[in-house]
T-cell receptor, first 112, second 113 residues
Framework: DADVTQTPRNRITKTGKRIMLECSQT?????MYWYRQDPGLGLRLIYY???????NKGEISDGYSVSRQAQAKFSLSLESAIPNQTALYFC???????????FGNGTRLTVT | KNQVEQSPQSLIILEGKNCTLQ??????????LRWYKQDTGRGPVSLTI?????NTKSNGRYTATLDADTKQSSLHITASQLSDSASYIC????????????FGAGTRLFVKA
């Protein structure tokens, strides 16, 4: 089983719809992250969480919200999807600042 | 502004050949630099980490170098294999009080038989 699991793997939705992307991990890490990947750009941080009671905005948080339901679960929501949110979304975990990020296999989201 | 730039954007090589990917950064204060490999349809996976005092580190056929003075890193792949076809992402971390991680856009490598 994958250490970091993202669902769904692919999603097509319409403008204005609410959508949730889910992430669960079995690595026991406290730090969890949501990134967005667009062609020709580096991954950009949307939100991050260092424990269940800690939620922080990243560089591109507008239009997104998150929920840390448990140490192992971190979900990303788009309250009202728009076409420029079409992208590949990655969840990642990390043990500490000097440890590597462990990524899920991504969710490809298309907003029409 | 903290930035990470990679070159080339894409590269095609024949199986068995060597190649070198470049990464220039302006991130400060520097903490560490990692190279990640991202296969198509998968998340990135860490290959190497380098700190300020290290200038070479190997992981099998992958060798990363770091010149902290010129703020440049390279990833050298020896005797390429078809499975090396992937994107290679340079990631630089800065310790700014909070810890900041900046990703390059990646180099897309195609290894052809």
């Amino acid at each position: 089983d994958a250490d970091v699991t993202q669902t769904p793997r692919n999603r097509i939705t319409k403008t204005g719809k609410r959508i949730m992307l889910e992430c669960s991990q079995t690595k026991g890490h406290d730090r969890m992250y949501w990134y967005r990947q667009d062609p020709g750009l580096g991954l950009r941080l949307i939100y991050y969480s260092f424990d269940v009671k800690d939620i922080n905005k990243g560089e591109i948080s507008d239009g997104y919200s998150v929920s840390r339901q448990a140490q192992a679960k971190f979900s990303l929501s788009l309250e009202s999807a728009i076409p420029n949110q079409t992208a590949l979304y990655f969840c990642a975990t990390r043990g500490d600042y000097n440890s590597p990020l462990h990524f899920g296999n991504g969710t490809r989201l298309t907003v029409t | 502004k903290n930035q990470v730039e990679q070159s080339p954007q894409s590269l095609i090589i024949l199986e068995g050949k060597n190649c070198t990917l470049q990464c220039n950064y302006t991130v400060s204060p520097f903490s560490n630099l990692r190279w990640y490999k991202q296969d198509t349809g998968r998340g990135p996976v860490s290959l190497t980490i380098m700190t300020f005092s290290e200038n070479t580190k190997s992981n099998g056929r992958y060798t990363a170098t770091l010149d902290a003075d010129t703020k440049q890193s390279s990833l050298h792949i020896t005797a390429s294999q078809l499975s090396d076809s992937a994107s290679y992402i340079c990631v630089v971390s800065a310790n700014t009080g909070g810890f900041k991680t900046i990703f390059g856009a990646g180099t897309r490598l195609f290894v052809k038989a």
